[in-house]
Each structure stands twice: as structure tokens, then as C-alpha cells.
T-cell receptor, first 112, second 114 residues
């Protein structure tokens, strides 16, 4: 069974602090995506990671992919309130057809 | 990137009726997908909408309940048939394209079944 797990599920952090969200998946894939979702909104693409060792950074967010460990991380540096949202990872699989399986999501709340 | 629109944005429907959701992409795309998202939950893939052939459904979803059409490379519809309150959810259309198969999402359709 294809599984994508994130932890933590909920994260409350103070502004200025650093933290990491983890995304583990159960089978081979070399394509992983991170999304942001604000309440009542659709999903916004943050990062596309296409190979082992890939690292992408945008502002206070940095994502990395380790395909051997089947693990991706989303690191938050010096959090600000505007980063409060739900973050999803999604893993691409080819199983007869190309598809994406989403992680459980991490609800982030940054406290001023 | 692709810009995706969905219609309707929300609807309230009676039990036993059907609703068709439309998804329009502003450019030709290789892949289109339909997801369901319950409030506070993650996204669950319903099916891959294949152009010119039957959709590929995920476990737990069947064509009789969720018929899907994709007549061309920019448009797809999802019908939620014989609705029950358990079908109340947000339905999201997405499109994947490019070498990275980056996925773009529509704004979603919020469905409430009474």
C-alpha cells in the first residue's frame, strides 16, 4: 500500500524559531512536491524535488529530498506569522498510471 | 504554469440528486486529476481523467458513483451521483504538465448534501 506520512500533524511555534517538517513515504519515488494551503483556499505549489539530494529554497523555507531514505524535509527558518498554513507533501508514483499521493498534512501556527 | 477554473464554486444539493463539476485549464495539459478533501483532512485521489478513454479510479471509488469525462486536453468533468450527506466535501481538480509533472490546482468546489 502506498503511504505518505508527515510529522508532526500540528505545530505551534513562536516567531523567530526554526523547525522541520518530515515527510516519509513507503515505496520508491524520485519526485516529491510540497504545497501550502491556507484556510478555505486551494493548494499552492511550493517546491518540486526531482532527484536524490535535491534541495530547494525560497525565503524562509527550504526543502530537501533523500530518495534512499524515502524522506523529505521542509525546514522553516526564523518563522513569521505569515507562514501559518497547512503544508502537504505529495509523492509521485507510477503504478500503471502516473499519480500523486498526498501526505497527512502539517498544520502550522506561528505565534507572534 | 497552468491556470485552472472550476464551476460551481459551491453548491448545496439534496440527497439522491447528482451534481456535475466542471474543470477548465487555460492550456493543454498531459494529466488531469480529481481529488476529494474533507474539512481538516488531506487530499484523496478519486481518479485520473484520461483524455479520450475511461478514467482510472482509485480504490474505493467507482465509475457509477463518480463518472468522469475528459473530451480534450483542457477540460474535464466529475459527476457526483446519487448523493448522500457523506459526499459533502471539497472536490479539487488538478492538472500536471511539464517534465517535472508539476501539479496545479483549481480553486475547488465545496459541496454540501442535505
Amino acid at each position: 500500500e502506498l503511504k505518505v506520512e508527515q510529522n508532526p500533524l500540528f505545530l505551534s511555534m513562536q516567531e523567530g524559531k526554526n523547525y522541520t517538517i518530515y515527510c516519509n513515504y513507503s515505496t520508491t519515488s524520485d519526485r516529491l512536491y510540497w504545497y501550502r494551503q491556507d484556510p478555505g483556499k486551494s493548494l499552492e505549489s511550493l517546491f518540486v524535488l526531482l532527484s536524490n539530494g535535491a534541495v530547494k529554497q525560497e525565503g524562509r523555507l527550504m526543502a530537501s529530498l533523500d530518495t534512499k531514505a524515502r524522506l523529505s524535509t521542509l525546514h522553516i527558518t526564523a518563522a513569521v506569522h505569515d507562514l501559518s498554513a497547512t503544508y502537504f507533501c505529495a509523492v509521485a508514483f507510477t503504478s500503471g498510471t502516473y499519480k500523486y499521493i498526498f501526505g497527512t498534512g502539517t498544520r502550522l501556527k506561528v505565534l507572534a | 504554469s497552468a491556470v485552472i477554473s472550476q464551476k460551481p464554486s459551491r453548491d448545496i444539493c439534496q440527497r439522491g440528486t447528482s451534481l456535475t463539476i466542471q474543470c477548465q485549464v487555460d492550456s493543454q495539459v498531459t494529466m488531469m486529476f480529481w481529488y476529494r478533501q474533507q474539512p481538516g483532512q488531506s487530499l484523496t485521489l478519486i481518479a485520473t481523467a484520461n483524455q479520450g478513454s475511461e478514467a482510472t479510479y482509485e480504490s474505493g471509488f467507482v465509475i457509477d458513483k463518480f463518472p468522469i469525462s475528459r473530451p480534450n486536453l483542457t477540460f474535464s468533468t466529475l459527476t457526483v451521483s446519487n448523493m448522500s450527506p457523506e459526499d459533502s466535501s471539497i472536490y479539487l481538480c488538478s492538472a500536471g504538465q511539464g517534465q517535472s509533472y508539476e501539479q496545479y490546482f483549481g480553486p475547488g468546489t465545496r459541496l454540501t448534501v442535505t
